[in-house]
């Protein structure tokens, strides 16, 4: 694994770059295989917190830790050849102050070999990505519902509704003002989404926040139906694999309980003898 930029990979100047262009895909990924898959599909590869309650079964994204994102995106790392990673920083990881979020930030660079984080939060944490921008850090805002306040907001509710709009068009001119290469827009309705990202010069990259936004993220295990503990209206889920794996698995417990698994073709005789596969077993 490298800290180093690769020069075939997209860069957060080349994201900047699409605003208003042809929109923006981003998927989360969290493991080597489902990066391999996405990689060539994909501008940006986002390792989310979200591993936590995807991966990990956790009930929120709060108990994440900067070992648990490490560990992660160490995995995606090696599945990526174009895709831009970004790796989200977890909850405690950057809020005290823009030192603490450079360290963890720096740390999260140089052990993963990311190009660049995400941190939620707009107008309060302009300042910390003013400082890791303008210290090497690319960084990409995330506005909206941040889910890692889900207890101050009470739930993951749509946010900027009626005279709320204002408070959340605020945090993205902050985050864009501060410097950060993108920003994810999520759960706002479509008329907050279509002003913000008519009036900030940077990608806005939505999720639950309309077409109107510059590209679209969503969560991988959410969209090929694998998570399914519940399911936002903002997910197209694009594939079944849980009720393919569920099926396949059920097959599985039925041939080894009836003994049609494993059948010959799986088993070792005395002699070796070459296979369909042209193995010898
Ligand atoms: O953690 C995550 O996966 C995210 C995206 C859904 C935007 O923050």
């Known amino acids: 694994m ?16 699409r605003k208003g262009g042809t929109p923006l895909v981003c998927l989360t990924a969290y493991t080597t295989p489902i990066a ?20 990990h079964g956790m009930p929120s994204t709060l108990g994440v830790t900067l070992e648990m994102m490490v560990m992660h995106a160490r995995a995606v790392r090696r599945g990526l050849e174009q895709a831009l990673m970004v790796v989200d920083m977890p909850f405690g990881s950057y809020e005290e102050g823009s030192e603490q979020a ?14 660049g984080v ?11 990505i003013r400082f890791l921008a303008g210290r090497g850090v690319p960084v990409m805002g995330h506005v ?25 068009r605020s945090d993205a001119l902050a985050v864009a003002e501060a410097g950060a290469f993108a920003v994810v827009l999520e759960k706002v309705p479509e008329a907050l989404a279509r ?11 939505g999720i639950g926040a309309s077409a109107a936004c510059d590209g679209q993220i969503l969560v991988v295990d959410d969209m090929l139906g694998i998570f399914g503990d519940f399911r936002p209206k903002f997910v197209k889920r694009y594939a079944e694999l849980g009720e393919i794996a569920e099926a396949a698995i059920a097959a599985y417990a039925q ?18 003898r070459t296979v369909n596969s042209g193995e010898t077993a």
């Open 195 to 205: 002003r913000i990202t008519g009036e900030i010069a940077i990608p806005t990259i």
């Open 2 to 17: 490298s800290a180093v930029a690769d020069t075939k990979a997209i860069t957060p100047p080349d994201i900047r770059l």
């Open 118 to 128: 995400k941190l939620e939060g707009g107008d309060e944490m302009a300042e910390t």
């Open 102 to 115: 450079f360290r963890n930030a720096a740390r999260l660079m140089a052990e993963t070999g990311c190009a």
């Open 144 to 168: 909206g519902l941040t889910p890692q306040a889900v207890n101050t907001f009470g739930g993951y509710r749509v946010q900027g509704r009626g005279e709320d709009a204002e408070r959340i």
């Open 255 to 272: 041939e080894v309980r009836d003994r049609s698994f494993p059948a010959d073709e799986h088993v070792f005789g005395d002699a070796p």
């Open 36 to 55: 391999k898959l996405v990689d060539r599909h994909c501008d940006i590869v986002l390792v989310g917190d979200s591993v936590g309650m995807v991966l």
